[in-house]
């Protein structure tokens, strides 16, 4: 069995233009349940102005957490004590926090240095802990930053590890700008392995390049079992105009299916959550897969 | 060394509605030469209202076998005695002839059973041996026919034994309707590698669904060393409409050069020889890796 990390609401809108409706996105996530998805990241609990898709965060997880089952974890991105207690308000079981292995990256996206973004992961993750809320950790630019370029393997295990430190259940190793390549991949998994139980490890890649499902394949060989996906691949790439960002859950559904792999996931109830969001935010999918099945219907 | 049939300028163009002039797929090729493609299928024989996009094959080969370097294979499509003859009177050097595992498929295609297009093939092998004249053979729907759906192993084994008796010098095994998945793609390797010599197979993957750069990765752990693409991702595909076709030459380079494999080719330019192309077809690429570097300039 393999566990996908649904992110298309929070990941995925976030670098979305149009700007969804709360109606919208409830129903957006309504669907994603009822194609099987069993972990969805909902929303995050920024300050207002900063990340505008994300301003109905408080009545989003609220109309999720009273109309949909409680067997489907709804994880919320949480960048700081502030958030923390906004989302632990509203009863939030699980949060992801966030890091990366560049200072420059972290700089220009939350204005904190990697040393500063774990002060406040850490302030998060002993609430969290005393809370019994379960905390996700991400590392971003794992595999290549906009800003630095190529990134040291070291620097990659020294982040990871300082999140298991804090008492992450599971980081999401993260291919933000997708340049991750397979033997890049596999490498990168084979060190993170053998410091750190795979069962703990998710990838997280965006098809900017088209590998990847290439690399989720070697990952797959590494035995990952973990993988974070966008619906419909919602999301561009901020660092790369008018390309693809976060790999459409359908293809990587539609490998896994392939190598007899199962998910739990209704590849044709998903695409239809997807043609459902992708409607409402008058755009196109950048998944081949699901251009190829809107125009055949076969999966 | 990694050997790279491009097939853009034949293969792609024919399924490109926007019909060029003469100059601008001269004009395409030059720049394919120059980016250091060193085997090009330049147009295809066949009666000139057939296909349109091919109608100036006899003008076209003539300024490219005139200008171009000799040290460049430009294989062109022959059908059929017919189309040889075409080819013969103009110096071509290499031919590629066409066939299918499906008769469904060829009846539909070429308006005759699979035994049917082997009458047509062995008299056109026939006198290209006699004149020594390379011929290439292409097995369509190896992985799926877009009619009689599932394709039975034995039938890709029989019909490339079939090419090979009748002396043709590589099979390029093709998934005409981009439905091949990787563990599929390794079988079939396994099974062609088994019965004939892997020098003289070559992959011919459409990214119809996305999965042509894995399905490459699986084939190059395979040994395959040989690879059809087209450069810009040029062909749509006629059997899911406004689905992708081709594997982009673009991306099958940059999977390569990742994998440290050389092809001989500047990735650069490659990119400028379909940046032409698409410009004069009016349309954008379907290749991530192209859109990337596009708005990037980064490889």
Partial sequence: MIRIVEVGPR?????????????????????????????????????????????????????????????????????????????????????AVFTATSDTFTKKNINATIDESFLRISEVAEVAKRDGVRVRGYVSTAFGCPYEGAVDLKKVISVTKRLFDLGVYEVSVGDTIGVAVPAQVRATIRALK?????????????DTRGLAPTNIYVSLEEEITTFDASAGGLGGCPYAKGATGNVATEDVCYLLSSQGLETGIDIKKLAEASRFILSKLHRQTDSKFLRAFFNTGIV
């Fill in 11 to 95: 990941d995925g809108l976030q670098n979305e233009k149009t700007i969804l409706g709360t109606e919208e996105k409830f129903r957006f996530i309504e669907l994603l349940v009822g194609a099987g998805l069993r972990s969805i990241e909902v929303t995050s609990f920024v300050k207002a102005p900063a990340i505008p898709q994300m301003a109905d965060a408080v009545e989003l997880y609220t109309q999720v957490s009273r109309a949909l089952p409680e067997t489907v974890a709804f994880p919320c991105l949480v960048p700081n004590l502030k958030g923390y207690e906004t989302a632990r308000s509203l009863g939030v079981r699980e949060i």
């Fill in 194 to 206: 053998s410091e750190f139980p795979i069962g703990q490890l998710a990838m997280h890649f965006h």
